[in-house]
Structures are given as C-alpha cells and as structure tokens.
C-alpha cells in the first residue's frame, strides 16, 4: 500500500488514465503531494501510460486499470478516464477497500451516482471523493470565508459565468451540462448551503450555429428559495474565463480576477486569460490532491464526498430534461442519509 521514504511510510497513489487530466494529476501526485508517490499508471494507450510513468520515475505503467486498483503498492486510486467509466471503477474500488479520488462527473446519471453510494454505504465506511476540485480554489475558499463571517447578511443569488475558449475535444452532446456546468452545480450548493430543487435552461438562438448551440443560460432555484444563474459558453474564443459573484442582504462578494497583475499600455489596460481550465486551477488541483492524501494518511474524509457527486448529477440530470422541454424541471433527488453528515 506504502512505501518507506526517508524512513517515513509514502502512500502509493495509482492513476487510472493518462490524457490531459490523468498525466497532470499523475505528475502533482508525483511531485508535489508530500507522503504520496506515484506506484502505478494505467491507459488503454500503454505507450502514453509509459511515458508518464517513466516522467515520475517511481511507477509502473499497465493498459489494465483493475491492475492498478488490485497492485499491492497502491494504497489510493485517482480517477482520470473518461466520465462513463467513473462507475464502474469507482465500485471495483471499493470493493478493494481502496480510497478513491474519481474527477468529476462522478457518474454521467444520477442513477450510475447513486449505484456508487449503495455501495459505500453497504461498505459503511466514507472512501469516495469526487474531484470538484473548486472547493479547494483559494478564490472560491475567499468566497465563502466571507459569507461565513456574516457581515454580508445571508445570500440571496449566485452569478455565475464559465467559458471555455473552444469546446474540450472529448465533449459529447450534453457534456456541457454533465461535465462542464456541474462545478457551477457544485459550487452552488457549497456556496450556499442548500440544495437545487428546480432547474431550467435557455438556449441562445442568435449567433452562429456553432456559437449558440455552446451557449446556454441555467437558472436554478434552492429549496432555501436562492436563484442561481449561470452562463455557459463553450466557444467564448478569447481564452478560459470563470467568474461568481454572491449577492447578499447587506453587500456582495465576487471572484477577483484570477490574473496577478494588470498591465496598463498604450492607452489601454490588460491582463492574460488561462487556455483553459488546467492553468487557472492550478492550484486548485494540487491542494485538492494534497488534502486528498492528507484525508488518507488519517483517514478523515474531505472535499466533495459520493452524496455531493450525486446531488450535482440530480441536478444536471433536471437540467437536461429542462434543455429537451424548454420547460422548467423539478430535481429528483433522495433524501439525504445520515451516512454523509
Ligand atoms: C472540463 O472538463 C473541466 O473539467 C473544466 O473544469 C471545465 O471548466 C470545462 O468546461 C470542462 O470542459
């Protein structure tokens, strides 16, 4: 399950896929999580399995994924392949009695989610994280630090943008929703403390074909009567740019940008946009492995637990439903057990 390093027991993380996601999360488990190294890698493309493991230098690169989840020198399992497959793996981990950090979506469905947390619960034991890794964005971490502190008076509605520059190569039709506005879905939620209990969602019918079919506006309402919109747009072109802003009672608190210094020249002011995602959460990713490891070693969960995976997919499932009526659609959603606190 471990290694000694210096004498000190070192937990062997094991990445399932080796893409964009699995290959960054592989090298911050290899260099930048204290107590963890990377043990073993897997992808259905071996060659690209390798030359990760090779980069890390302490792993062992298969094209089996359930080889990693069985190999005695993985104490952990990250996650990283494509979202139908988060299920499946996610159970064989647990099965193993293997804590898992599985990227968000947890599962594309809220039945595939809830299949994930029968089993944890039957286990009786909290191994599941699911990577919404925004919770640990020190932004969003400012964010709600200052709704905590009360001064605000309560929140009454989340403003929300997420443009991507061009839409991720792998996107389906609906992935919009099940992989890209399910942060927004989580960060509300954690934001304000309440679950959503309707969704609907407005389609733009200007613009160029491509441009309106990624774009879309996404009102959702919380049981505690908070509203929610957000803006998606999945071809914003100029770069990668996230924004939330909580109006409150007695004031409001927005992100600052994410960029640490604005240039002014030539008669005008600039400041530069993330591609995408990776770079602008960045520090979000490697905080999120590292209390991962943390939540390991001492075996206290943190982040996004398997219930917040399936609240978030509830929700993107109502959302889709409201995208194909143009209606308005209620979440279905179970109460929640006692299990997740
Ligand atoms: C992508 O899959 C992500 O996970 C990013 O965090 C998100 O912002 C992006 O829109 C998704 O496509």
Redesign the pocket.
Known sequence: MGAQQGGIMSLGIGVIGAGVMGADHARTAARLTPGAHLAAIADADLARARAVAEEAGTARATSDPYDVIGDPAVGAVLIASPDHTHVELTLACLEAGKPVLCE?PLAPTAEGCLAVIEAEMALGRRLVQVGFMRRFDPAYGAMRQALAEGRLGRPLLFHAV?R?AVP?SF?EPGMIIT??AV?EIDVARWLLGSEIRSARVIRSGAGEAEAYRDLMLIVLETAAGHLVDVELF?RAHYGYD?RGEVVCERGTVAMAPPALAHVRHAEAESFPFATD?RAR?ADAYRLQLQAWARAVATGTPTGASAWDGYAATAVADACLASLASGEPAPVAMRPRPAFYG
């Open positions: 968000k997420h991507n991720p996107f992989n890209a942060h999945m996230i995602w959460f």
